[in-house]
């Protein structure tokens, strides 16, 4: 700091190493410069969350092809939309799971089912034993 000849304190310029130089007498100011027309666009998760909301559903309402739906989605979407990619693979792990649980509880209910099945065959599948003459002479009536 030095002085005048009142008196008075001048401050002297000081250099900040980190410090940003001023612009060039030629660069455009803030006022020169349009406004970008680009407008970021939010990116699209469509066939990876379709995967998990029809893999879920298929859970919920027992539907083996809404399963398929989820799974084919599931694969489109980890294809097409990488930044997606969880929703896609739990789509893919329910669908899976979906179809799966179906498989098994189909399984299931034909061998509860095929005991009734056998044991009905002899006694006429409905436990009516009637002679086929029967049904002839009963539509032979005219």
Do not use: K, Y
Request: proline residues 9%.
């Amino acid at each position: 700091m030095t002085s005048t000849d009142n008196g008075t304190p001048v401050l002297e310029p000081t250099i900040d190493a980190g410090a940003t130089p001023p612009p060039a007498a030629d660069a455009p100011t803030s006022a020169e410069v349009p406004p970008t027309t680009h407008v970021p666009t939010a990116r699209q998760s469509g066939f990876s969350i379709a995967s998990f909301v029809l893999s879920a559903a298929s859970i919920v309402l027992g539907q083996g092809l809404l399963a398929i739906a989820g799974i084919v989605f599931g694969f489109l979407g980890r294809s097409r939309e990488p930044h997606a990619r969880t929703w896609s693979t739990w789509g893919l792990v329910i669908g899976f799971v979906s179809l799966l649980g179906g498989v098994v509880i189909g399984i299931i209910g034909l061998f509860i089912a095929l005991p009734f099945f056998l044991t009905a065959v002899p006694f006429g599948l409905a436990g009516f034993d009637l002679p086929i003459e029967s049904f002839v002479d009963a539509i032979d009536v005219f």
